[in-house]
């Protein structure tokens, strides 16, 4: 693999108590960056950058992605100063829209989620210039609302930079025209990755990649489309950009049921989806081969690369793909 910058996403694994291990470590290696992802229902990502935070120095921490449906834009505002005033001029705020049924099932009907997007980041960007924000939106409500923060800090704007986790292509215009960035999806193929960057233009365009690395390449293959079958059943809006066949994504669906999936629902689901899917969607076999394979999304047009370990052998991982 060629050097250059690459970032680190901490996923479902590992457990919280070897984060400022592995954070400190990911620095020494050299990473660019590190991200939590706030996937599924798995981690808190506000309380794992806070550990790294506290545990690192220099190298440029993230959310990929914090949904904008169960956190308001107050809080957003408020947690990402708080953030930043644990590691400064190093947070990155990345916000998705998340996805049902994650979202429907804690009460929140998820509406026209393009104008939700932008109304949310226009309040969350008036919040930290400390501005008194009232947003009488479409699905947006503010109503006079100006941070206070810390007494024993300078009155100042918060640079924040906001990214968008985006997937659909009218989002990732939304994200050309308003963000800072934009977090382009996990398990989509580089021809995806091609399409994304011909839309969003200049833009800082991370690349979130999966990957499942073991001695025994099968292993790690199996554990690959373990996931690929999870997102793809779970998160339709991701098989609609493959352009999957639409009753292999409603089986899909049906097998998994709701969220968590239904007992023995996966493996079933599992049993539809070709090894051929999965080598487009994710790196997946021994660390050479791995190593070899991010390099597609990079020449593709990914800005930066950001590993997400499929497997639990995250330290491996992290020393697999150091940059080098």
């Known amino acids: 693999m060629r050097e250059r910058p690459i970032g680190f996403v901490f996923h479902d694994v590992p457990a919280g108590r070897y984060l400022a291990e592995l954070g400190r470590r990911a620095e020494q290696l050299g990473y660019e960056s590190l991200w ?7 981690r808190d990502a506000v309380s ?21 449906w169960t956190r308001g834009p107050v809080l957003m ?13 190093r947070f990155v705020l990345g916000l998705g829209t998340a996805s049902d049924p994650l979202i429907s099932n ?25 501005e008194s924000v009232t947003v009488e939106g479409a699905v947006v409500r503010v109503h006079d609302v100006t941070l206070d923060l810390l007494r024993s800090a300078p009155r100042e704007p918060v640079e924040v930079p906001i990214y968008i986790g985006a997937t659909g292509g009218k989002m990732l215009d939304l994200a050309a025209e308003i963000a800072d960035g934009v977090i382009l999806n996990l398990f989509l193929p580089i021809e995806y990755t091609r399409a994304a960057r011909d ?16 001695h025994d390449g099968a292993e790690a293959r199996t554990v690959a489309q373990r996931f690929v079958t999870m997102y793809l059943g779970g998160q339709p809006h991701i098989a609609r950009e493959l352009g999957l066949d639409p009753e292999l994504v409603g089986r899909l669906a049906e097998l998994l049921g709701s969220w968590p999936p239904r007992p023995g ?15 487009r969607l994710a790196v997946a076999g021994t660390a050479s081969g791995c190593r070899d394979g991010v390099d597609a999304w990079v ?4 800005s930066l690369p ?3 370990p499929l497997t639990e052998n995250v330290g491996e991982i992290m020393d697999a793909f150091a940059p080098r």
């Open 36 to 42: 939590v992802a706030e996937t599924r229902l798995t």
């Open 48 to 68: 794992a950058v806070g550990a790294l935070a506290a545990a690192t120095n220099e190298i440029r921490l993230g959310t990929s992605i914090v949904n904008t």
């Open 77 to 89: 505002a408020l947690t990402a100063a708080s953030l930043d005033d644990l590691a400064p001029g």
């Open 106 to 130: 804690q009460g929140v009907e998820r509406r026209r989620p393009l104008t939700q997007m932008r109304e949310y980041v226009d309040a969350v960007r008036r919040l930290l210039r400390l």
């Open 199 to 214: 839309r969003v233009g200049t833009l800082e365009a991370p690349q979130l990649v999966a990957a499942a690395v073991s």
């Open 265 to 279: 629902g996966l493996d079933e689901a599992m049993r539809l989806l070709g090894g051929e899917i999965v080598d």
């Open 299 to 302: 020449e593709a047009g990914a």
């Open 306 to 308: 950001l590993i997400v």
